[in-house]
C-alpha cells in the first residue's frame, strides 16, 4: 500500500479538471471517457472521443456521480467508475455479463490508474472507496467483473495493455468480495454484500 496520503472523492463539478488532467487528450483508454458500458454500442462508437467526453462533463456539472477520483498526495491518479447496474446499458445488454440474479446491484465497471501510481496497491483502496460511496447511496451490494489473474489459463502470466480495466479478482477478494458467477474462464462475476 502507497505511504502517501490517499483521498477518494466522486467526479462532481468541482472536480473535472483533475478527471481532465487524469484520463489526459486520450480519454483514458482511447478516447473511452469511460462510456463504454454507460452507451449501447453503436451510440458509443459513434460518440467515443468529444462525444464521451462530452457525456462525463454534463454527469460532473451536474454532480451525477458517474465515479471516484482516487487523489495520491492531492494529485489525481486514479478512476473507478461505479452505480447502480441499470445506468450501465451496454451492462444491461450483455450476454456475456448477465445478471445473476434480480438482486438490485451497483456495478463497478472500470479502474484507470495513472502511470506513476501503478503496483502499489491502489486497486483494494478504490474498491474499498467505492463500496463506501455505493453504501452512502443505498447499496446494498456493489458487484464487479475483474480478470482471475490466478485462473489456470492465466496463472504464471502478467498483465499486458489494458487487459485489467475492469480489475483484478485477487484484489476483489482483498476487500471481501466473493463469487457469484462466471462470464468465462478468465473473467468473474464478483459481489459484496454491504452490511
Given at each position: 500500500?502507497?505511504?502517501?496520503?490517499?483521498?477518494?472523492?466522486?467526479?462532481?463539478?468541482?472536480?473535472?479538471?483533475?478527471?481532465?488532467?487524469?484520463?489526459?487528450?486520450?480519454?483514458?483508454?482511447?478516447?473511452?471517457?469511460?462510456?463504454?458500458?454507460?452507451?449501447?454500442?453503436?451510440?458509443?462508437?459513434k460518440l467515443r472521443g468529444g462525444g464521451t467526453?462530452?457525456?462525463?462533463?454534463?454527469?460532473?456539472?451536474?454532480?451525477?456521480?458517474?465515479?471516484?477520483?482516487?487523489?495520491?498526495?492531492?494529485?489525481?491518479?486514479?478512476?473507478?467508475?461505479?452505480?447502480?447496474?441499470?445506468?450501465?446499458?451496454?451492462?444491461?445488454?450483455?450476454?456475456?455479463?448477465?445478471?445473476?440474479?434480480?438482486?438490485?446491484?451497483?456495478?463497478?465497471?472500470?479502474?484507470f490508474v495513472d502511470k506513476s501510481a501503478r503496483k502499489q496497491g491502489l486497486m483494494?483502496?478504490?474498491?474499498?472507496?467505492?463500496?463506501?460511496?455505493?453504501?452512502?447511496?443505498?447499496?446494498?451490494?456493489?458487484?464487479?467483473?475483474?480478470?482471475?489473474?490466478?485462473?489456470?489459463?492465466?496463472?504464471?502470466?502478467?498483465?499486458?495493455?489494458?487487459?485489467?480495466?475492469?480489475?483484478?479478482?485477487?484484489?476483489?477478494?482483498?476487500?471481501?468480495?466473493?463469487?457469484?458467477?462466471?462470464?468465462?474462464?478468465?473473467?468473474?462475476?464478483?459481489?459484496?454484500?454491504?452490511?
Amino acid at each position: 500500500m502507497p505511504k502517501e496520503k490517499v483521498e477518494i472523492h466522486p467526479l462532481t463539478k468541482d472536480k473535472w479538471k483533475d478527471m481532465v488532467a487524469l484520463f489526459g487528450e486520450q480519454g483514458g483508454y482511447a478516447g473511452c471517457w469511460c462510456m463504454f458500458w454507460r452507451l449501447d454500442r453503436a451510440d458509443f462508437k459513434k460518440l467515443r472521443g468529444g462525444g464521451t467526453k462530452e457525456i462525463l462533463h454534463q454527469m460532473a456539472d451536474k454532480n451525477q456521480e458517474a465515479g471516484l477520483i482516487t487523489y495520491l498526495n492531492k494529485k489525481p491518479v486514479g478512476w473507478c467508475s461505479i452505480g447502480p447496474r441499470e445506468n450501465y446499458i451496454a451492462l444491461e445488454n450483455s450476454r456475456i455479463l448477465k445478471r445473476v440474479d434480480d438482486k438490485p446491484v451497483w456495478s463497478i465497471v472500470c479502474f484507470f490508474v495513472d502511470k506513476s501510481a501503478r503496483k502499489q496497491g491502489l486497486m483494494t483502496q478504490m474498491l474499498s472507496g467505492a463500496v463506501s460511496h455505493a453504501k452512502k447511496h443505498g447499496a446494498k451490494f456493489v458487484e464487479g467483473y475483474p480478470i482471475d489473474m490466478q485462473s489456470e489459463k492465466l496463472a504464471g502470466q502478467k498483465l499486458n495493455s489494458y487487459a485489467g480495466y475492469m480489475g483484478i479478482a485477487s484484489a476483489f477478494r482483498e476487500v471481501g468480495f466473493v463469487e457469484a458467477g462466471r462470464a468465462s474462464e478468465t473473467q468473474l462475476i464478483m459481489r459484496y454484500k454491504i452490511k
